[in-house]
């Protein structure tokens, strides 16, 4: 079984900016928090009191369908 790693939300948010410099137009009108009540509403990440981010099971299985399906993390979009 895979080990499960912990990260801060100030990490997270590294990877939305990183986004969100690639493609401004996409992300001129989507914060950061609405990123991520997308991902908390579909059960893709986990915020813990002590503010620290965990994927969840689900959210590695969207993963492993994104690569499946040929989407890798440099074509992201969003």
Do not use: C
Not at 26 to 46: H, V
């Amino acid at each position: 079984m895979p080990v499960r790693r912990l990260m801060p939300i100030a990490e997270v948010k590294e990877f939305y900016n990183k986004a969100a410099s690639e493609f401004p137009d996409r992300y001129a009108n989507y914060s950061f928090e609405q990123w991520m009540d997308f991902l908390k509403s579909n059960t893709l990440l986990i915020v813990h009191p002590s503010g620290m981010v965990e994927i969840t099971v689900q959210g590695r299985d969207f993963l492993r369908y994104l690569t499946h399906w040929g989407r890798y993390p440099d074509d992201r979009r969003f």
